[in-house]
C-alpha cells in the first residue's frame, strides 16, 4: 500500500520562503509529485521528480531522496496567491496517483 | 474552452437513487481517472482506464462502477448512493507517452441525503 505524511497546516510571510515535506512509505515507487489546489478548484501540477536531487521551475523547486523516502516543495519569494493547499502524491509503476492529506499553505501579510 | 469538464458541477440526490456524473476531455489523452476528495483530505482513486478497453480499479472502488464511452468519455455511476458517498468528485486525464502530469477537470460536487 501507500502512505504519505506532510503538514497539515504552514503559515508564511508574503515575500519569504516556506518548505513543505513529504515523507512516504509504497510499493512500487516511480517517482513525486507536487500539485496545488485553491479552495474550491481542482489540482493543478505543480512538478515531478523520479531522479534524487532538486528540480527547479520558477519560484517552486521540489527535491527528492529515494534512499530517504522524502521529499520537500520549497516556495520562494511568496506570494499571496501561493495561500492554498499542496499535495505530494507518489507515482507507481502504472502511473497512477497516491495522495498525501495535503498541505494549506496560509500566506499572510 | 476547458479540456477536462464534468457534469454535473454540483448534485444533491438521496440515498438509494441511481447516479451518474460525466466526464469529457479534448485532450486527446488516452488515460483517464476518477478521484473523491473529501473535506480536508487528499485525493483518494476510484477507477482509471488506460484506454476504451482497460478498466482497472483503484483504491476505493465499491459502490462504484464505470464506462469509459470513448476515449474522450469516462463516466462514473453509483448504483445506489449513500451519505457517505458525499464527496468532491474529480476527473483527471494524461497522455500515457509523457505521464508525469494529470490535469483535472473542476470537480463535481455531490451530495447525498
Known amino acids: 500500500g501507500q502512505s504519505l505524511e506532510q503538514p497539515s497546516e504552514v503559515t508564511a510571510v508574503e515575500g519569504a520562503i516556506v518548505q513543505i515535506n513529504c515523507t512516504y512509505q509504497?510499493?512500487?515507487?516511480?517517482?513525486l509529485s507536487w500539485y496545488q489546489q485553491h479552495d474550491g478548484g481542482a489540482p493543478t501540477f505543480l512538478s515531478y521528480?523520479?531522479?534524487?536531487g532538486l528540480e527547479e521551475t520558477g519560484r517552486f523547486s521540489s527535491f527528492l531522496s529515494r534512499s530517504d523516502s522524502y521529499g520537500y516543495l520549497l516556495l520562494q519569494e511568496l506570494q499571496m496567491k501561493d495561500s492554498a493547499s499542496y499535495f505530494c502524491?507518489?507515482?507507481?509503476?502504472?502511473?497512477?496517483?497516491?495522495f498525501g492529506t495535503g498541505t494549506r499553505l496560509t500566506v499572510i501579510p | 474552452d476547458a479540456d477536462v469538464t464534468q457534469t454535473p458541477r454540483n448534485r444533491i440526490t438521496k440515498t438509494g437513487k441511481r447516479i451518474m456524473l460525466e466526464c469529457s476531455q479534448t485532450?486527446?489523452?488516452?488515460?483517464m481517472y476518477w478521484y473523491r476528495q473529501d473535506p480536508g483530505l487528499g485525493l483518494q482513486l476510484i477507477y482509471y482506464?488506460?484506454?476504451?478497453?482497460?478498466?482497472n480499479k483503484g483504491e476505493i472502488s465499491d459502490g462504484y462502477s464505470v464506462s469509459r464511452q470513448a476515449q474522450a468519455k469516462f463516466s462514473l455511476s453509483l448504483e445506489s448512493a449513500i451519505p457517505n458517498q458525499t464527496a468532491l468528485y474529480f476527473c483527471?486525464?494524461?497522455?500515457?507517452?509523457?505521464?508525469?502530469?494529470?490535469?483535472f477537470g473542476p470537480g463535481t460536487r455531490l451530495t447525498v441525503l
Open positions: 482506464s488506460f484506454d476504451v478497453k482497460d478498466i
Open positions: 483527471a486525464t494524461s497522455d500515457a507517452r509523457t505521464g508525469n502530469e494529470q490535469f
Open positions: 521528480n523520479a531522479l534524487d
Open positions: 509504497t510499493s512500487g515507487f516511480y517517482g
Open positions: 485532450k486527446g489523452h488516452d488515460r
Open positions: 502524491a507518489v507515482r507507481d509503476m502504472a502511473n497512477n496517483l497516491f
